[in-house]
């Protein structure tokens, strides 16, 4: 269980910021500043959620951070995966949390669409994508392309349809959980269960939620910024987590008929194209069947990637990205 070990001193404050720290310390000292400057003036709390955090990771928050009369550390034992996404949701008092990857840069828009964001139930944000040392741009307004001709009346069927589990890449939305109700979560898949509860909770409110998105960039994202030694575990979120998330929101009539397109996607062009890449890149990934003809496709799959020469894989290495 999480203990809250430091709580923040301010008690009405206008935002809740959220960081999952691990082992990013510089990362995270970035990312510390750049709140700091592009959030002056706004009254906000920052808490630590020490995600199974290294040593010098706690050391640093300990020692630059937990004084503050804004700053609160919460300890969760072991790395919890997705569960620490979703303590924000239940732990905090209501209104706005923006949780926010300890790798990410916050630019100077975000504080008018903080303020903004007091008036919708769920904000998305624009962001660049960068190199993993923010140095390089590499894709401009990322999520610019799916609201470009949307308009103001933002449907969350239509969220789900384009965005569905990038909702879960965490930094680019602010909840207003004042508004929100969240009594629909789910339980599995737990990779993907901060993404499901804002979409359960949506589609059933017996009101009209208010979904903005601020085409402004407000947030400078790492691209590729995971290390070699925790691929595996990213192989499995996409393998196999994707898949069981899709599978779950079957169960949401607003959301059925995108989720079996999307599964039907996964399985038979996302998944093999991760399999081969995961050969490529010295890993074996495993590969979990939820039907009957779902384990005979996959192992059919499995043994075609394995009596396959490695060396014919790289030759279309550049269609596996």
């Not at 008018?112 to 960068?130: E, G, H, P, R, S």
């Not at 910024?225 to 994707?242: A, C, G, Q, W, Y």
């Not at 999307?262 to 062009?269: E, G, M, Q, S, V």
């Not at 014919?312 to 596996?320: M, Q």
Request: glycine fraction near 4%; charged fraction near 25%.
């Amino acid at each position: 269980m999480p203990e809250i070990i430091v709580k923040p001193l301010k008690k009405e404050v206008d935002l809740q910021v959220c960081i999952p720290v691990f082992e990013r310390e510089e990362e995270l000292l970035v990312l510390y500043d750049s709140i700091s400057r592009s959030l002056d003036g706004l009254n906000y709390n920052i808490y630590f959620l020490l995600n199974g955090a290294t040593d010098n990771v706690k050391q640093l928050v300990f020692n630059e951070f937990s004084q503050l009369d804004n700053s609160g550390v919460v300890i969760f034992d072991k790395n919890v995966k997705d569960d620490v996404f979703v303590w924000p949701f239940f732990n905090l008092p209501k209104g706005l949390f923006w949780i926010i990857g300890d790798d990410d840069f916050v630019t100077d828009n975000a504080k008018d669409v903080v303020k903004k964001a007091q008036k919708n139930d769920l904000t998305i944000l624009n962001y660049d994508l960068y190199d993993n040392k923010l140095e390089n741009k590499l894709s401009e307004g990322y999520l610019e392309r799916y609201f470009r001709n949307v308009g103001n009346e933002i449907d969350i069927k239509y969220v789900f349809s384009n965005l569905s589990e990038k909702l879960s890449f965490i930094s680019s939305v602010i909840v207003n959980s004042r508004k929100l109700l969240f009594d629909y979560s789910s339980s599995e898949p737990k990779s993907f269960q901060y993404a499901s509860l804002i979409y359960n909770s949506i589609s059933k409110s017996e009101r009209k939620v208010n979904i903005f998105f601020e085409a402004k960039v407000c947030l400078k994202q790492r691209g590729n910024n995971i290390p070699s030694k925790h691929r595996s575990v990213t192989d499995n979120i996409f393998i196999n987590e994707l898949r069981a998330f899709y599978i779950s929101m079957m169960r949401n009539p607003s959301f059925r008929f995108s989720s079996i397109q999307k599964l039907l996607k996964a399985t038979f062009i996302y998944t093999p194209r991760l399999l081969i890449r995961s050969k490529i890149e010295g890993r074996s990934a495993s590969v979990k069947s939820f039907f009957l003809i779902d384990f005979v496709y996959f192992f059919i799959i499995k043994l075609f990637v394995k009596i396959i020469p490695i060396q014919v894989f790289k030759l279309v290495r550049g269609f596996l990205k």
